[in-house]
């Protein structure tokens, strides 16, 4: 069986939903049943073979080629199978997925791996604001799974985020880990302002001091040898990405904070 | 055009009229005599069907400024319940708190034709309306809330006479396009701004020095003397508070013979028996409501599941704050005139106080007595969305079905209670009575449910089921004013229902206190806060109808 492959035929004007086209939702459907599947684009609804040219009929295993930043939902709450995205994808990439594999060769829009519950995302680019968050009015962000992101993330990285790991190798932006309630967020860049805004609990992983330093509302809380750190790196070893490779170290400056809430969330930053 | 339906049981309790087949014309939105020519344009088969005047929901939060603010602050509530738009509906979401124009397609296809807002804030009135205006195909109006703004109780500080506070009450109703008054924790939501976190019948405002047995007092006379046919609908003191009971009895021994509507009943009858402190009090306040034949209740039932509690009463509901889910919650004043709390909430059936709440709601219903002074409501959506309302009239009707849920509650609770052993059955007469023929008496609507010559066409036509959850959650047609606006449970047509008000008589030399108080205190103008006729009529698709005022009010 080959891989479904859904090749972008038109230059789109208006955002389309993809939900539909996960491996889960097109579970026995054949390929003649997938293109007349109707996508809801703008205000109107179009069949999948107007969209894509279709190829392949691996359910498991779906490419999209060609891909635009204007298609949204990819990966919409699937449980299983893979996903593999060539070029752009648009907003909710991955929203509330709670399994199976999502990589993409371009960059995301926003809210990538928001509310998410398991399996894994890899970006290979850069990722827009609100990755692994929860959507705006609502209480928990990722509740689970990784999200690798080679490239850089926007602003409010991991917000509301409650379980699971995301793992930035380029530049986080500001408010990275704002309102964080648990979980992990390891960067090998750089952070933008604002870093850990209101966080509850959970852990900022720094390799270096940020340019714009640890705001007031952390508290130093001296150096430390934590135990756990060697292990989370072996963890990242089987991971493809540059955290598999990189050097693991116990040693950090603890900072404790946001102290302007219950104080409990950590940035370690390697000394 | 007339229209013929022919062959249906009616359900008029208005005119006792019990289960008798008779035939209905309707002409010009309005109930005919048959015509003397025999003539029809249009005749509908519905024998063998029921028929009801269209059903009126007394006490609904459906306009104004928390549920606003219950929608702005719960995005879930939209997230879980989309409706898309069609050839006919516009778009909407919402469950606990729906958009305006869901709430009218959910209640006209539940055979709903009226709902009245029971919480308007005078200084808000205009936003109320406002979203009463975009709720299509139901009758709309609502209660002004008194009892906690600072110039009534100015007024009761200085021991002003009874003709001022009419003066005062009558003018409000007038301006804000009320149909009744409603009081609010009476002066408790002004004491929590002083710091008071409970205010008991005869506690005293810290500030003002008035005590809420004071307040009842003066509006439900007030209500009383202006002629007013809806009784001063009165929120009490202590909703939710174990051991409440008492405070409900006294309010009720208070109304010394004056008419009172007290709402959401369920919520003021707790006892504090029992190893939880929680206890069931429904036995004696049902004994008391069959006492007291000037007081009348609506229950306010609870029923299972994620909703959103939203009230004048910010005392109360800043108590209940730590018990919101999800975890958010707003509680605000408003202006110095009243005040505001939505704390959203979720009633869990293995909880021992939520499956007590559910059955001391249900106690209350069947040992009431008179269906004509209870009132069947959720507090939508305090106890549950309206939506649920088929539900709860299949747990009224259905002895089993209500014995089958019972046991699967908390079972601690089930023992607090003798739910089990009441064999009362509401007939369809009864429920005719509490969702029309008494609801439109309550509320004062002269031409509403009913199906005599001369009234209003609302009218839901039924297919008998032995599973009344089924029967009322799909009506067959629904007429409103004469035109059929559901068929099958779908709607089929968008009408534009009446705004009901009342507009009882007063003195104009109240303008003068007033129009100093409002330059000098609010952040509107006295005469920016009437809201004219013109403003409801609007464009065209809004209108207003005045109802009688009771014998003895002076217009």
């Not at chain 1, 097109?26 to 007349?36: H, Q």
């Not at chain 1, 809380?221 to 750190?229: D, I, K, R």
């Not at chain 2, 602050?73 to 050839?87: F, I, N």
């Not at chain 2, 002074?373 to 709860?392: C, E, K, Q, V, W």
């Amino acid at each position: 069986m080959k891989a479904l492959t859904l090749k972008l035929k038109t230059d789109l004007t208006q955002r389309v939903d993809c939900s539909p086209l996960t491996p889960d939702k097109l579970a026995g459907k054949d390929v003649a049943d997938i293109a007349a599947m109707e996508l809801v684009s703008g205000r109107l609804t179009l069949p999948v073979e107007e969209l894509f040219d279709i190829s392949g009929d691996d359910v498991n295993n779906i490419r999209f080629e060609n891909s635009s930043a204007k298609l949204d939902h990819i990966g919409h709450a699937m449980s299983q199978g893979r996903i593999t995205i060539e070029g752009d994808a648009g907003a909710y990439l991955g929203q509330f997925m709670t399994g199976g594999n999502i990589e993409i060769t371009g960059n995301t829009f926003i809210y990538s791996g928001c509310e998410m519950k398991g399996g894994q995302i890899k970006i290979n680019g850069n990722a827009g604001d609100f990755v692994g968050a929860a959507r705006s009015g609502y209480k928990n962000g990722m509740t689970g799974g990784t999200i690798i992101v080679t490239g850089n993330t926007g602003a409010r990285t991991g917000d509301h985020m409650r379980r699971g790991m995301i793992l930035i190798e380029g530049d986080a932006g500001e408010y990275c880990g704002s309102r964080m309630i648990s979980g992990t967020i390891a960067v090998l860049g750089d952070v933008g302002k604002h870093l850990g805004y209101a966080m509850k609990r959970g852990t900022i992983l720094l390799p270096k001091m940020p340019q714009h330093g640890i705001t007031a509302n952390f508290n130093d809380c001296g150096s430390h040898t934590l135990a756990f750190l060697p292990l989370m790196f072996a963890s990242f070893k089987k991971l493809d990405s540059k955290f598999a490779n990189v050097e693991g170290f116990s040693r950090v400056q603890r900072y404790a904070g946001d102290v302007g809430g219950i104080g409990m969330g950590e940035i370690l930053v390697k000394i | 055009m007339l229209l013929k339906l022919t062959g249906g049981r009616i359900f008029d309790p208005a005119h006792e009229v019990n289960d008798v087949v008779r035939d209905i014309y309707i002409r010009d939105g309005r109930i005919v005599e048959k015509p003397t020519d025999g003539r029809v344009d249009e005749e509908i088969d519905v024998s063998g069907k029921v028929i009801m005047a269209g059903a009126i929901d007394m006490h609904t939060h459906i306009g104004g400024g928390k549920v606003n603010i219950a929608r702005t602050m719960l995005p879930e509530d939209h997230a879980e319940a989309v409706y898309e738009r069609t050839e006919l509906l516009r778009s909407g979401t919402g469950h606990a708190a729906p958009s305006t124009l869901t709430t009218g397609y959910r209640y006209a296809e539940m055979g709903y034709t009226a709902g009245f807002e029971p919480a308007v804030l005078p200084i808000n009135a205009r936003q109320a309306h406002m979203e009463m205006h975009d709720t299509p195909i139901i009758d709309k109006g609502g209660y002004v809330m008194l009892g906690s703004d600072d110039f009534l109780l100015r007024m009761m500080a200085a021991n002003s006479d009874q003709e001022a506070i009419n003066n005062y009450v009558a003018w409000t109703i007038n301006h804000a396009q009320a149909v009744g008054l409603k009081v609010v924790n009476p002066g408790g939501i002004s004491a929590f701004k002083f710091n008071q976190r409970k205010l008991d019948l005869d506690e005293k405002n810290d500030f003002y020095g008035v005590t809420p047995r004071d307040i009842l007092h003066r509006l439900s006379r007030a209500v009383q003397e202006i002629g007013v046919p809806h009784p001063l609908h009165v929120h009490g003191c202590n909703l939710g508070v174990p051991g409440n009971m008492q405070t409900t009895l006294d309010t009720i021994q208070g109304a010394e013979g004056v008419p009172m509507h007290l709402t959401h009943i369920q919520f003021h009858s707790y006892g504090m028996e029992g190893d939880f402190k929680f206890s069931s009090g429904a036995a004696e306040i049902a004994e008391a409501i069959n006492k007291h034949k000037n007081i009348t209740v609506d229950v306010g039932q609870i029923l299972f599941g994620q909703t959103v509690t939203a009230s004048g009463d910010n005392m109360r509901q800043f108590a209940g704050a730590p018990h919101a889910h999800p975890n958010k919650w707003v509680c605000m004043d408003i202006e110095c005139d009243a005040g505001c709390g939505v704390v959203p909430f979720k009633y869990k059936d293995q909880s021992y106080v939520n499956a007590l709440q559910w059955m001391i709601g249900l106690e209350t219903f069947l040992m009431v007595d008179d269906p004509w002074r209870i009132f069947l409501t959720t507090d939508h959506p305090n106890g549950a969305p309206f939506t649920s309302y088929p539900h709860l009239i299949r747990l009224l009707m259905d002895k089993s079905f209500r014995n089958d849920m019972l046991s699967t509650l908390h079972p601690e609770a089930q023992k607090a209670t003798h739910l089990a052993s009441l064999d009362r059955e509401y007939s369809l007469y009864e429920i005719a009575i509490m969702t029309r023929a008494g609801a439109a008496k309550l509320v004062g609507l002269a031409d509403r449910g009913h199906l005599g010559i001369g009234a209003a066409a609302d009218i839901t036509v039924y297919t008998d089921n032995s599973d009344r959850e089924k029967m009322f959650e799909k009506p067959d047609y629904v007429f409103k004013d004469g035109e059929m606006v559901v068929r099958q449970g779908q709607v089929i047509k968008i009408t534009w229902g009446t705004t009901h008000v009342v507009k009882p008589e007063y003195d104009i030399s109240i303008e003068k206190p007033l129009k100093s108080y409002f330059d000098k205190y609010h952040t509107q103008k006295m005469s920016n806060f009437k809201i004219s006729n013109d403003e409801i009529v609007d464009d065209g698709r809004g209108s207003l109808t005045i109802q009688p005022l009771h014998k003895g009010g002076r217009l």
